[in-house]
């Protein structure tokens, strides 16, 4: 806090969106014991934002008593996401010119997983997602890229609670199996989607490195085209691509 405040920044104004953060990092919803241990401010410091953000309409009391990301912040998501789009596409871009298959841009957004941009690919097919799409993480390679930064607990807490719907044949539906697979991402750097969650299609993911929202970068065909050979000369693409954009994003 004291380099924010030489550089001219305003503390309560940094402290309040780490507490929005923090809320949306958690799923959504946080007590005010939990915001004061994993923020590290005084319960007081925590009670007045809380206080602020509720009257805002930037956080809502629940009747369990914790708090949870409220309605005003859907004005400030609609203009992120036409940022994010703005900025990404031409990343996406680069990816199709070089791969020729459709490009997305993901995002984990509370429990389930927002397609916020697309570069159509290069081939006369249908699209298999498009932007505004919600899925869920167990069937899609960029659910398992986005959980890689959670804990094993979190994820079987996500899993849980959203359930893990069988789309395909092939669709993941055993926790540890999946949690498995997000494991092998992390170490590999990039996950894969083996038509579960819609037949005959595979995709390839990484996430995007460094930023407060959990990005990532997909590309998806049809199998006959994402052979393993294509998925391989993809995964350093997409990867440059996504630390660019990391860049961009800043």
């Known amino acids: 806090m004291a380099d924010q405040r030489r550089s001219g920044g305003v ?21 005010l014991s939990q915001l004061s241990q994993e923020s590290g401010f005084p319960l007081p410091t925590i009670h007045r934002l809380v206080r602020t953000l509720v009257d805002l309409g930037y956080l809502r009391q629940e009747p369990s008593r914790r708090y949870a990301l409220g309605p005003r912040l ?51 097919m249908r699209m298999f997602t498009e932007v505004g799409r919600r899925v869920s993480p167990h069937c899609t390679a960029v659910g398992k890229a986005l959980l890689g930064e959670s804990s094993e607990t979190e994820i079987r807490e996500l899993l849980a609670r959203g359930g893990m719907e069988r789309h395909t044949p092939h669709t993941l539906t055993d926790p540890d199996e999946f949690i498995a697979q997000v494991a092998q991402c992390r170490e590999r750097g990039y ?39 294509l998925v391989e000369s993809a995964v350093p693409v997409l990867t440059k691509a996504a630390a660019a954009l990391a860049a961009d994003l800043g």
Do not use: K, W
């Open 74 to 124: 859907l004005l400030l998501a609609d203009s992120s996401e036409t940022m994010l789009n703005h900025v990404a596409i031409p990343h996406l871009r680069r990816v199709v010119d070089s791969a020729g298959e459709t490009t997305n841009l993901a995002m984990l957004d509370g429990d389930q997983v927002a397609y916020v941009a697309q570069a159509p690919g290069s081939h006369s």
């Open 191 to 229: 996950a894969l989607d083996e038509g579960e969650q819609e037949v005959g299609v595979r995709c390839v993911a990484v996430v995007v490195p460094s930023t407060s929202t959990r990005l990532a970068v997909s590309m998806s065909g049809p199998v006959p085209r994402m052979s393993d050979e």
């Open 11 to 31: 503390q309560s104004i940094a402290r309040a969106f780490t507490l929005l953060e923090l809320v949306a990092a958690n799923g959504g919803v946080m007590g």
